[in-house]
């Protein structure tokens, strides 16, 4: 069974750090891009990072300079530092990616979500 299982999250005071780190397990071929969500009690889900195979990364504006997404291809996982965390990052942070798996028929792309990790900041 494919799955994305994240870890890293807890509760840390504004301008701390955190590290979330996100794997994939199961019969995958290969992996296109993976990324980083967001969702604050009341609000949408959001895009936070994301980062191609090839290691292009895209960032949403209120995290720029602060969050750094990164993955290791061989490994099948992606993390996410962040620094200088605020208050409004707070919020249950879901794993993302793009896979490419084996069923009985063949290999399909899929897009599958990680469970969500909670990540609180206290001012």
């Known amino acids: 069974q494919v799955q994305l299982v994240e870890s890293g999250g807890g509760l840390v005071q504004a301008g701390g750090s955190l590290r979330l780190s996100c794997a994939a397990s199961g019969s995958i071929f290969s992996i296109n891009a993976m990324g980083w969500y967001r969702q604050a009690p009341g609000k949408e889900r959001e895009l936070v990072a994301t980062?191609?195979?090839?290691?292009?990364?895209n960032y949403t504006e209120s995290v720029k300079g602060r969050f750094t997404i990164s993955r290791d291809n061989a490994k099948n996982t992606v993390d996410l530092q962040m620094n200088s965390l605020k208050p409004e990052d707070t919020a249950v942070y879901y794993c993302?990616?793009?896979?490419?798996?084996?069923?009985?028929?063949?290999?399909?792309?899929?897009?599958?979500w990680g469970q969500g990790t909670q990540v609180t900041v206290s001012s």
């Open positions: 980062i191609t195979s090839g290691g292009t990364t």
């Open positions: 993302n990616a793009d896979m490419v798996v084996l069923e009985l028929s063949g290999w399909y792309t899929y897009n599958y």
